[in-house]
Structures are given as C-alpha cells and as structure tokens.
C-alpha cells in the first residue's frame, strides 16, 4: 500500500544517490516522472543528486554526472531514491552508506525510501526491507536469496508497502514514480505526467516482468506473433488448441510445433500465464474474485485457485494477502 504525504501541497525533496557504474536509465526515467509533476502550475518535487562523496561519478554507459552534495544524515530532505546498476555490488558493503539508508525512515517520521532496479539490494543489506515485501530485477535472483528477512516476489514490476518502494528497474521505475505521484498529487496531474512522457499511465505492481506482449514480437512467425497479441488482449476469449491454429492459419500440431520452438511452452501453458497476470492486475484493484477469474477468461473461480496454485504454490486468497496492493 502506498502512504500519501501528511500536506499534500509542499514540494518534496528526494535524494538521488549517484554511484559509479549505476544504470543511466535507473537515475533518468524516474527522475524525469517526478521533475514533470505539477499541480497548480507548481512542481511538487524536488530533484537533488548526491553521492556519496560528494564527487562526480561515472554512469554505466561512461555518461558523467556531478552531484550537488554529498550523501550525509540530512533532515531537510523527504524521500531517499536509490537506483540501480553493475555499481550496487561494490556498495554493498559499505556500512557508511548502509546506515545512512537504514536511518532515513527513522528522521523523516514521512519520509520515503525508493528503490530502482538492483537498488534493492542496497535496501536488503541495510535491513530496510526486513520483514517487507519487494521486488527488484529479476536477473538478480540469485543474489536475493542472501537476505532471508525479505519476502521476494520477482515476477512483479514493483512492490509498496508503507513507505518502502521497490521496483523491478530500468522503465518500471517510471511505473513505480507514477503510482507515488497519483498517490500525492491525484490522478489527473499522473495521468498529465505520463501523457508527456508518452507512458502508460498505470501498470499495476502486481504484473508480471515476463512481457507477454512482447514475447510475441521475437517469434519466427508472423501469423504467430499475431495470435500472441490476440490472446494478450483479449485472455477472456475461449482459447482453446483449435481455435488458436484456427486464428493462426495452423493445424494444431504445426501450432504447438512452433510455440515450444520460440516461447518454450505449449500454447495452452502459454494462455494460462497470460490469464494469470492479467488476473494479477485485476486482484490488484481488489475486484471480487469471481470478476477475476471472469475477466481473465478463466470462467470460473476453481480454474483460477487451480491456475495460481500451479503457478505460485499457493491459493488465489493466499496470494491476494501476501502480495495484494
């Protein structure tokens, strides 16, 4: 759940920690949504870049950047964002850095700690995500399981729970910066946002970072890629084998055939994870479950407890109170 701001009218300060080697696009998306917010012809954020040191760094993509400051214990600042990138490993153990991080919460009684991409990581080690749900990218796997205190769901673009953010990286960072913003300012001045930014305005925390949408885009086959983008949007259709060949121009077996060849998954496995996100994004808005399971073409509610117990090891009620929004 995100927690709104106690004034909703006073720009806020967010740090943004530069580092060497951190991702151009981790700093540059989010930053870019929140210098655009504006309600009353006023900017509600405040963009300030600091590092650690206080000295230039030098991004991943070798773009140098100089900072205003050096991180230090302020208290005139409201949010701490921490992006991600190759340099996070190096930052790890760096204790300095890690308190300066774990203590944030504690002096801004509204402050808020933002993470992009492998920043998460930096959260973990500092113990801000001890006992919270989070997300980071799903590369980064391996690296997650050091921190058994944090309950990881890396198959979700970003995650909030009370003034913690994580976020999957690089674009989602702007998902995560555009639920933040309509949550302080409304929904009209996010929605001014992503419309200058051309984005969309709202991809729920709860989707997944396996782009189905796109997975259709590197298949062999054109009429295939057309049938992946059918079925994306619109899962609710009855998707059987044989109608899916049909709308491909496939027999059934060339249709199978091929969908283990480019997704490496049979056609119906392939539906059921289309289903499945999408009834993430729909349980995200807390629509009663039998709408869910409707909308998401599963038909009935067994199909979908069935569904998301193959899926994730656990029932849809599960789910819904471990990672619902």
């Not at 690296?143 to 009370?162: G, K, M, N, S």
Request: with cysteine.
């Amino acid at each position: 759940m995100i927690s709104k701001i106690d004034n909703p009218q006073r720009c806020r300060t967010i740090d943004v920690v530069l580092f060497d080697n951190v991702n151009l696009l981790d700093v540059s998306g989010p930053v870019q949504a929140f210098d655009t917010a504006m309600t009353g012809g006023r900017k509600r954020y405040r963009l300030r870049y600091v590092s650690l040191d206080g000295q230039p760094v030098t991004a991943g993509c070798g773009l140098r950047m100089v900072p205003e400051a050096p991180l230090t214990a302020e208290t005139d600042r409201d949010d701490l964002l921490i992006p991600g990138g190759a340099g996070v490993d190096a930052l790890i153990p760096n204790r300095t850095l890690c308190a300066l991080i774990a203590g944030h919460l504690d002096r801004q009684p509204d402050g808020r700690v933002m993470s992009i991409c492998s920043g998460a990581l930096l959260l973990a080690a500092a113990g801000v995500l001890d006992g919270r749900r989070a997300t980071t990218h799903w590369s980064r796997r391996a690296d997650t399981q050091r921190y058994h205190r944090v309950f990881w769901d890396l198959d979700q673009i970003f995650a909030a729970e009370d003034r913690v953010f994580t976020s999957a990286g690089v674009t989602t960072g702007i998902d995560l910066a555009l639920s933040v913003i309509r949550a302080d300012c409304g929904p009209s001045a996010a929605l001014a946002v992503a419309r200058e930014l051309v984005v969309q305005l709202r991809r729920t925390g709860g989707q997944s970072q396996y782009a189905m949408h796109l997975a259709g885009q590197f298949t062999g086959e054109d009429a295939l890629t057309q049938l992946v983008e059918r079925i994306v949007a619109q899962p609710q259709l009855d998707w059987t084998l044989d109608a899916m060949a049909q709308t491909a121009g496939m027999n059934p077996r060339t249709l199978s055939r091929h969908f283990k060849r480019d997704l490496h998954e049979n056609p119906g496995q392939f539906v059921e994870r289309v289903r499945v996100d999408h009834a993430r994004g729909l349980l995200a808005d807390k629509l009663p479950l039998k709408e869910v399971a409707r909308q998401s073409g599963f038909g009935d509610l067994q199909r979908m407890r069935r569904a998301f117990k193959r899926r994730f090891g656990i029932h849809v009620s599960d789910y819904v109170n471990a990672f619902g929004a």
